[in-house]
């Protein structure tokens, strides 16, 4: 059973190293062309995560630890994004005809209403526009927490709660469809679906069969190539709302049952590495790449100046930063001791 939790994560771990190499690539050199898909399957497993986790607290002790969830969350995520302002800062003064020098605040503002404001057209921070992804996530960890538990109060359980988060995905998908870009919460909302479905006896056949699981995750592996290298140009929102159902049949069939395919593809070493340290790489290439990009530099010196600063950044990040602060405040005794004097909610 270790075993396949260590698999498990180190399947998932792979599949976040594509993703962040897909955006990298299509940040720099342009190719692929919808590289930009990498961020569908960053929202879905993240969503898929996330979400196991609430449900799994209220399953086992019926509350959810609202405070030492945002203290994980934060410990994760802000150690990087303040790397990544003053990297931007640092960019912003020796290059002041490239990047204005920004507030801390307005930075840190660009956290939770970037993705908005990109949807209405109004200025934003142009080495920094990337953040509007973490925007999307912000917005998700305020709301859903929330939404589950009052769901929860309300005594909707599984089968309840799945099919409000499919109605939700559904108009999401919708509003996207209808140009409403902020709207980015399909994959979250799809993902949080997906540990609802794991009891599902239907679900279960289909991806503990051997035979079945191996044929869905050539298939997923396969459509997530085609999506990413040849997407459709004339139906962007079906490359996203695909790679994202794409996305999902990866997940069951890794957590699932193990195979020689997902370990050779998705557990190998420089899948799990860049993994690893995705969230700082994708922080930190973008401000560079922008930089480079405003200046007129050829798409194979983006890449090349791009590589050589920010995959070492990120992995000193990752070792350095992000790693210690994880292990710090994600203990036993720091989520007591944030339950102590944070607000616990308490279901009936």
């Known amino acids: 059973m270790t075993d396949i939790k260590k698999n498990r994560i180190s399947a998932l771990d792979g599949l976040r190293g594509y993703a962040v190499l897909a955006v990298f690539l299509y940040h720099t050199l342009d190719v692929p062309k919808s590289g930009h898909l990498?961020?569908?399957?960053?929202?879905?497993?993240?969503?898929?995560?996330?979400?196991?986790?609430?449900?799994?607290?209220l399953s086992t002790c019926g509350t959810i630890d609202l405070s030492g969830f945002y203290l994980k969350r934060c410990a994760r995520l802000l150690p990087a994004f303040f790397v990544a302002c003053v990297l931007f800062e640092?960019?912003?003064?020796?290059?002041?005809?490239?990047?204005?020098?920004?507030?801390?605040?307005?930075?840190?503002?660009?956290?939770?209403v970037s993705n908005f404001l990109s949807a209405s057209g109004q200025e934003q921070v142009g080495l920094m526009n990337h953040l509007w992804?973490?925007?999307?996530?912000?917005?998700?960890?305020?709301?859903?927490?929330?939404?589950?538990?009052?769901?929860?109060?309300?005594?909707?359980?599984?089968?309840g709660i799945g099919w409000i988060l499919l109605i939700t995905f559904i108009l999401a998908v919708g509003l996207k469809a209808h140009g409403n870009q902020f709207a980015h919460f399909d994959?979250?909302?799809?993902?949080?679906?997906?540990?609802?479905?794991?009891?599902?006896?239907?679900?279960?056949?289909?991806?503990?069969?051997?035979?079945?699981?191996?044929?869905?995750?050539?298939?997923?592996?396969?459509?997530?190539?085609?999506?990413?290298?040849?997407?459709?140009?004339?139906?962007?929102?079906?490359?996203?709302v695909a790679t994202s159902i794409a996305t999902v049949a990866l997940i069951f069939c890794t957590t699932f049952k193990q195979s020689g395919i997902s370990r050779l593809v998705l557990a190998n070493r420089l899948a799990q590495y860049f993994g690893r340290i995705s969230y700082g790489l994708y922080l930190y290439h973008f401000p560079i790449a922008?930089?480079?990009?405003?200046?007129?530099?050829?798409?194979?010196?983006?890449?090349?100046?791009?590589?050589?600063?920010?995959?070492?950044l990120a992995d000193v990040s990752w070792r350095c930063l992000e790693?210690?602060?994880?292990?710090?405040?994600?203990?036993?005794?720091?989520?007591?001791?944030?339950?102590?004097?944070?607000?616990t909610w308490k279901a009936p």
């Open 90 to 112: 640092a960019i912003a003064y020796c290059f002041p005809s490239s990047a204005s020098l920004e507030s801390p605040l307005k930075l840190l503002s660009l956290l939770f």
């Open 290 to 312: 922008a930089l480079l990009y405003v200046n007129s530099f050829p798409r194979a010196k983006i890449a090349l100046v791009a590589c050589v600063v920010a995959i070492p």
């Open 38 to 57: 990498g961020v569908d399957i960053f929202f879905v497993l993240s969503g898929f995560l996330i979400s196991s986790h609430l449900y799994q607290q």
């Open 133 to 159: 992804t973490l925007s999307v996530e912000w917005q998700f960890y305020l709301l859903w927490p929330a939404v589950l538990f009052g769901l929860h109060k309300l005594r909707l359980r599984g089968r």
């Open 323 to 343: 790693q210690p602060v994880i292990r710090r405040f994600g203990n036993r005794k720091s989520q007591r001791a944030a339950a102590a004097f944070g607000r």
């Open 187 to 240: 994959g979250l909302l799809v993902g949080s679906l997906l540990p609802l479905l794991t009891s599902q006896k239907v679900v279960k056949r289909a991806f503990n069969n051997r035979i079945c699981n191996a044929a869905l995750l050539s298939a997923s592996i396969s459509a997530l190539i085609l999506l990413i290298l040849f997407p459709v140009p004339q139906f962007t929102m079906f490359n996203e």
